[in-house]
Each structure stands twice: as structure tokens, then as C-alpha cells.
């Protein structure tokens, strides 16, 4: 059997490894077009603030890991897959054919229809080959200007802060975080990044970029900013343009049953690229965090090897972001349902925030703001699907009990079993 994966992050490694214990004779390749050895996008901001050097980044720090594992790293793009045929077009021109195929090749940056955006010192911060440029043009008292204030923006926010950049973030909706955070949180939020010297604007966007020395950023209210280096974190996309006419049907991602598998028989996908189950919804999206990269890849193989036996029952929607020091969670149906029902809990002078959402007697939903003993209560209760009984009407007087409702919840749910 030759197990191939494409796409050498979280998802795709433990893919290979989870195979190589199910499979222990099979031949597994693991392709990767980038020149580095397999490595997590989440620890790149370590290396930007030298807390970690290059290898602290890699998801495997034993040199001789894929070696020992009997995993084929070969370090080669796929211009095309041929479902029909089981082959692979490789970027050096070669062909391979697989009896399994797993699609896990991640997402890539959007750039923006703006003028100038190819602009020299305009960067993405998404490989290590773009953040071994940021360490070169970001020193102490550089002027940055970060295009986005999402997930991944925020994350290099605190990087490009701690290497001392005098930073202004654009943001083209009316609050940081818009995709985890309502307009209370997101603009709290605003005020704390303010508070610690970044210069933050929202419903603003950049219009153009001149190149230079510096660079020349037009805003959109006419404003023009002189900048060092532009960072663009204005979202990400799955990686599927080299699946066109594969007789692989992909929508917003590549489209999956409960087994991981796509619509070619034999083929799966996992992780940023996987428009997996929302466990939720029951619907079927694109969910681009690290946690669901690593299920979907153990699941996908133990169906790889199995011919689909184990369903995936779905991942919780989650983002968990701190940013300088302010620590910021979602989870599942955050922004509420129809038909349901909400508590809100804040103190804008200590940055505090908790917001619930409910549907009948069930936690579907939250966001909170500068409050972490919750989390781990919160997810629970949620992937739980735990009715909460009299502990609703609690929780709707005082947020803050969310451990006493789950230890509650809990006790009263092990009485009746």
C-alpha cells in the first residue's frame, strides 16, 4: 500500500505518523513544497521575537524523526491530481501514483487588489521564508504598518511590538477580530492595543502603495503614511487551484463526508484546506485552526487504512488569541442563535468581557475578553451538548459560574446514568 500525503504541516504529519502505526509495512511519502523541514505557521512568531531559533519552529525536533518512522519526505510541489488514474503531477516535471491519497495542503495569504501591494517590503507573514525578511527590515523604532486585525494579524501584532516597531494596524471593519469578537469585545480590545503604543484604525483600509525608500501608504480618508515594511494579514485561502480537473468537487474547500473523504474514492483531506463538519452546526466549513488540522489528520488516516469505519462527529469552532497580554476567546455559536438567548458580563475598566449564548437550556456559544479560568469549562459544556436545567437561569445572574454549572451539570447527568 502507498500512503500520499500532500502538505507538510500539523495535519499532514499526523497523518504519516498515525498511518505508520496502523500500517507498519505500507510505503508513506510526505510531500512538501516549501525547502524547510515540516514546521507549524503558529510558532513563527517565536522566531520573530527571538524566543525560539529556526529548528524551534519545526514540528518535530529529532533530525532523523521521518527517517526512523520510514516517512519519505521529499520537499516537491503537485501541479495536478489525476483521481481517475491515482497519479500525481509533480512541479519537477515527474509522476507518482498513490492507493491512498490525503489532500492536506493547507491555505495561503489573499492579497488585496491594491496598487502597489507587490511593492518591495510588502510581505506576508505566513512562511519562514517571510518572516526571515521581517527580522531584516523590522529592528527597534521601524515604522510598520500592518494591513488586517484577524486572527493571524493580531498574532504578528504582538511580534512586531515586542521587536520594537512603531506600529499602526489598519483594519477595514469597525473592530479588531470581527470573525471571533461582536463590537463591545472587538473594540475593547481597540483600546487595549492603543493603551500599549500601537496606533489602531479601524473602518479604514489602505488604497495604495508607493515603493520607496520608504514605502508611501495612501489610506483611504487621504491620510498617507511612511512606512519601513507593510505586512499584509488580510486572510487566507485554501490551497485548491491545483485540483482543477481532478474529479475532486471543491467548494469553499475540498468538499468531505463524515469519513474525510472526498468525492474521488480514496482521497481525503484534512485541515486548513478540509471544508470538514462543524460540530455546532452539522454543516460543513472550512475551519483554519491548528487543533482541527491534527484530528482531521489522525482520523483521515485510521480511515486511509480502514476504508472509512470512523465518523467524524465534527470540530467546535474555536480561537483562543492573546494578544499583548490580553487574552481573547470564541467558541462555537459566539455571535448566538435564532431563537436563543444571551447573558453579557462587562467591566471596560479592568478589560473584562463575558458573553454566553444559549439555545433552550444549552451553552451553543462564547466570547470572553481578559478571563481565562473559563475556557476549558466553557468548550466543554459546549462540545457537551450539556443541558444546564435550573443552572441556565444561574448563569443569566451571574456568568462567572460557569465551573459550579458544569460541576453540576455533571454530578447531576452521572446520578442518572
Same mark, same amino acid.
Given at each position: 500500500?502507498?500512503?500520499?500525503?500532500?502538505?507538510?504541516?500539523?495535519?499532514?504529519?499526523?497523518?504519516?505518523?498515525?498511518?505508520?502505526?496502523?500500517?507498519?509495512?505500507?510505503?508513506?511519502?510526505?510531500?512538501?513544497?516549501?525547502? +524547510?523541514?515540516?514546521?507549524?505557521?503558529?510558532?513563527?512568531?517565536?522566531?520573530?521575537?527571538?524566543?525560539?531559533?529556526?529548528?524551534?519552529?519545526?514540528?518535530?525536533?529529532?533530525?532523523?524523526?521521518?527517517?526512523?518512522?520510514?516517512?519519505?519526505?521529499?520537499?516537491?510541489?503537485?501541479?495536478?491530481?489525476?483521481?481517475?488514474?491515482?497519479?500525481?503531477?509533480?512541479?519537477?516535471?515527474?509522476?507518482?501514483?498513490?492507493?491512498?491519497?490525503?489532500?492536506?495542503?493547507?491555505?495561503?495569504?489573499?492579497?488585496?487588489?491594491?496598487?502597489?501591494?507587490?511593492?518591495?517590503?510588502?510581505?506576508?507573514?505566513?512562511?519562514?521564508?517571510?518572516?526571515?525578511?521581517?527580522?531584516?527590515?523590522?529592528?527597534?523604532?521601524?515604522?510598520?504598518?500592518?494591513?488586517?486585525?484577524?486572527?493571524?494579524?493580531?498574532?504578528?501584532?504582538?511580534?512586531?511590538?515586542?521587536?520594537?516597531?512603531?506600529?499602526?494596524?489598519?483594519?477595514?471593519?469597525?473592530?479588531?477580530?470581527?470573525?471571533?469578537?461582536?463590537?463591545?469585545?472587538?473594540?475593547?480590545?481597540?483600546?487595549?492595543?492603543?493603551?500599549?503604543?500601537?496606533?489602531?484604525?479601524?473602518?479604514?483600509?489602505?488604497?495604495?502603495?508607493?515603493?520607496?525608500?520608504?514605502?508611501?501608504?495612501?489610506?483611504?480618508? #487621504?491620510?498617507?503614511?511612511?512606512?519601513?515594511?507593510?505586512?499584509?494579514?488580510?486572510?487566507?485561502?485554501?490551497?485548491?487551484?491545483?485540483?482543477?480537473?481532478?474529479?475532486?468537487?471543491?467548494?469553499?474547500?475540498?468538499?468531505? #463526508?463524515?469519513?474525510?473523504?472526498?468525492?474521488? +474514492?480514496?482521497?481525503?483531506?484534512?485541515?486548513?484546506?478540509?471544508?470538514?463538519?462543524?460540530?455546532?452546526?452539522?454543516?460543513?466549513?472550512?475551519?483554519?485552526?491548528?487543533?482541527?488540522?491534527?484530528?482531521?489528520?489522525?482520523?483521515?488516516?485510521?480511515?486511509?487504512?480502514?476504508?472509512?469505519?470512523?465518523?467524524?462527529?465534527?470540530?467546535?469552532?474555536?480561537?483562543?488569541?492573546?494578544?499583548?497580554?490580553?487574552?481573547?476567546?470564541?467558541?462555537?455559536?459566539?455571535?448566538?442563535?435564532?431563537?436563543?438567548?444571551?447573558? +453579557?458580563?462587562?467591566?471596560?475598566?479592568?478589560?473584562?468581557?463575558?458573553?454566553?449564548?444559549?439555545?433552550?437550556?444549552?451553552?451553543?456559544?462564547?466570547?470572553?475578553?481578559?478571563?481565562?479560568?473559563?475556557?476549558?469549562?466553557?468548550?466543554?459544556?459546549?462540545?457537551?451538548?450539556?443541558?444546564?436545567?435550573?443552572?441556565?437561569?444561574?448563569?443569566?445572574?451571574?456568568?462567572?459560574?460557569?465551573?459550579?454549572?458544569?460541576?453540576?451539570?455533571?454530578?447531576?447527568?452521572?446520578?442518572?446514568?
Amino acid at each position: 500500500m502507498q500512503h500520499v500525503i500532500i502538505g507538510a504541516g500539523p495535519a499532514g504529519v499526523t497523518a504519516c505518523e498515525t498511518l505508520r502505526q496502523l500500517d507498519p509495512e505500507a510505503t508513506i511519502l510526505l510531500l512538501g513544497d516549501e525547502p +524547510e523541514p515540516p514546521y507549524s505557521r503558529m510558532a513563527i512568531p517565536y522566531f520573530l521575537t527571538n524566543k525560539v531559533p529556526i529548528a524551534g519552529t519545526y514540528l518535530r525536533k529529532d533530525e532523523n524523526h521521518y527517517q526512523r518512522q520510514r516517512i519519505e519526505v521529499h520537499r516537491v510541489g503537485v501541479h495536478a491530481v489525476d483521481s481517475r488514474c491515482k497519479s500525481l503531477c509533480l512541479s519537477d516535471g515527474s509522476e507518482i501514483g498513490y492507493d491512498r491519497l490525503l489532500l492536506a495542503t493547507g491555505a495561503s495569504p489573499v492579497k488585496p487588489p491594491v496598487p502597489g501591494i507587490d511593492s518591495p517590503g510588502v510581505l506576508p507573514c505566513w512562511t519562514l521564508a517571510d518572516a526571515r525578511q521581517i527580522v531584516s527590515r523590522c529592528t527597534p523604532g521601524s515604522r510598520v504598518v500592518l494591513m488586517g486585525a484577524g486572527f493571524i494579524g493580531c498574532i504578528v501584532l504582538e511580534a512586531l511590538v515586542e521587536r520594537g516597531a512603531r506600529l499602526t494596524l489598519v483594519e477595514p471593519q469597525n473592530r479588531m477580530v470581527p470573525r471571533m469578537m461582536n463590537e463591545t469585545a472587538g473594540g475593547m480590545l481597540t483600546q487595549w492595543c492603543m493603551s500599549k503604543g500601537v496606533r489602531v484604525l479601524v473602518s479604514t483600509a489602505v488604497t495604495a502603495i508607493e515603493s520607496g525608500e520608504p514605502l508611501s501608504v495612501l489610506l483611504a480618508g #487621504g491620510e498617507r503614511l511612511s512606512a519601513d515594511l507593510v505586512i499584509r494579514a488580510t486572510g487566507v485561502r485554501p490551497n485548491v487551484g491545483f485540483l482543477a480537473g481532478s474529479g475532486i468537487a471543491v467548494d469553499q474547500g475540498v468538499r468531505v #463526508g463524515d469519513y474525510l473523504e472526498t468525492s474521488a +474514492e480514496g482521497v481525503y483531506a484534512a485541515g486548513d484546506v478540509c471544508q470538514g463538519k462543524d460540530l455546532s452546526t452539522a454543516g460543513f466549513q472550512v475551519q483554519a485552526i491548528q487543533p482541527t488540522a491534527v484530528e482531521h489528520g489522525r482520523l483521515a488516516a485510521h480511515n486511509m487504512v480502514s476504508g472509512g469505519r470512523i465518523s467524524h462527529r465534527g470540530n467546535l469552532n474555536m480561537n483562543v488569541l492573546d494578544t499583548l497580554g490580553l487574552v481573547s476567546t470564541s467558541f462555537g455559536h459566539w455571535e448566538g442563535v435564532e431563537g436563543g438567548d444571551s447573558v +453579557e458580563l462587562l467591566d471596560r475598566a479592568r478589560f473584562r468581557y463575558l458573553n454566553l449564548q444559549f439555545r433552550e437550556d444549552r451553552l451553543v456559544g462564547a466570547s470572553s475578553l481578559g478571563l481565562t479560568e473559563h475556557v476549558g469549562v466553557i468548550r466543554g459544556l459546549i462540545e457537551g451538548g450539556v443541558p444546564l436545567g435550573a443552572w441556565k437561569a444561574r448563569l443569566v445572574q451571574d456568568p462567572t459560574r460557569l465551573m459550579e454549572a458544569y460541576l453540576g451539570t455533571a454530578q447531576g447527568m452521572a446520578a442518572a446514568a
